[in-house]
């Protein structure tokens, strides 16, 4: 039914207002229809992308996981299965004390809701929860496991693995007491009142540093989308973890051509094969 407006290029319309956060009015100047109308479109065409490529958002199974434990030609551990961030989405000032309060970040001083990004460790997107408007890190990661079947399927992995890790930052204090058993948790050392780490915490917070370094970079690839990355207006928060979705879904859907070969040739030959699909 979308696909009848052969007036309109919907599929670019909904990469503008995703990629460069163009507002309705410019979009119905654009394509000379009445910004009413451009809202409607671009809301039901998002919700048909997902619908259609919804499917490369999800948790993989033992064996698409082994596919995705290699990262620039280096072998990853088979033991590590992915790693957990918190992504945020700038809010508008609400005029609603309670909401300003609950959504106040101390740490960029601004309101903003967060969202949980689980990620393979070569960066491919399995997961995105959200949005919580709660600080509390432990929280987030508590809803993920309980309510979005991260729990069940690191339950399921542990039958298959000897004690697989999922990699967290100091910011999930409670996440070794958080997860199933048989699972461990790799994080940056903690110097709990002392000076300093010792040589051995220092060296495996460095490598620890490492490894998120994927999910740093996971992050950035999401905010690209500028839709997600500049101040998101209140009224329009129901679409939210739909905008995040499409990120994701984007930076996997792109992910293989720019990191599975570092040849010239291979990278050329991807873009242009992602391109023509």
Known sequence: ELLQHHDVNLVAMLMMKSRKAMTYVDLGHLYLIVDSYAVILVHRLLRAFLTEYGHHIR????????????????????????????????????????????????????????????????????????????????RIFQACLDRLGLGDWLEALASRLDKPIISVDRGFVLAPKQVPPGVDVAQPAFTRGKECLSREEALMSLEEAGERAVVEQVNSRLNIQETIRHEYPLKAMRYAALWMRLAAVVANLWYKPFYSNTLAGGFVHGVASSLGE
Do not use: W
């Not at 434990?69 to 609603?96: A, E, H, M, W």
């Not at 990620?119 to 509390?136: E, H, I, K, S, T």
């Open 59 to 138: 948790l993989l199974s033992y064996e698409e996981l082994l596919q995705h434990q290699i990262q620039d030609g280096k072998p990853k551990s088979l033991r590590r299965v992915g790693s957990f961030d918190c992504t945020y989405l700038f809010l508008q000032q609400s005029s609603n004390f309670a909401l300003q309060m609950a959504t106040f970040s101390s740490h960029h001083t601004t309101n903003e809701a967060k969202f949980g990004i689980f990620c393979a460790p070569d960066g491919y997107v399995m997961l995105v929860g959200g949005p919580f408007f709660c600080q509390n890190d432990d």
